[in-house]
């Protein structure tokens, strides 16, 4: 889009990767009680690339954002929390399913209030 939205763009793709991690989460919460089931987490790194504006001065450094992106990665944990080798921790999924849900509210916020300067634009007063 335009110059004029991209803020707004920018608040909209941010906002989908989390309304998609609860949606994981919901997912890893929902197969709690399944056996030999492993959690499965999205990874924060396109988001973040976006964020932080990195680049090579020099052709010896490393990279700083190698071009990767957004995946769903499976965790590797070495806790079984259930007799059924289950690695689901209900507790760490719902401290993640909370912290996403805030993030997506937040961003959602912020691009209602965005409407809104644009709109008191628009009409001129």
């Known amino acids: 889009m335009s110059e004029l939205f991209s803020h707004i763009d920018n608040l909209e793709e941010k906002a989908s990767f989390f309304l998609q991690r609860v949606k994981v989460i919901q997912g890893n919460i929902a197969n709690a009680d399944t056996p030999f089931y492993q959690p499965v987490d999205l990874k924060f790194e396109k988001i973040v690339r976006q964020q932080i504006k990195l680049r090579k001065t020099d052709p010896k450094h490393i990279d700083p954002f190698p071009e990767v992106k957004v995946k769903i990665d499976e965790i590797k944990t070495k806790n079984f929390t259930g007799y059924d080798q289950n690695r689901v921790n209900i507790e ?32 001129g007063r």
């Open 92 to 123: 760490e999924e719902l401290a993640k399913l909370a912290e996403s849900s805030i993030m997506y509210k937040t961003l959602l916020e912020s691009m209602k209030k965005e409407l809104a300067k644009l709109k008191y634009a628009i009409s």
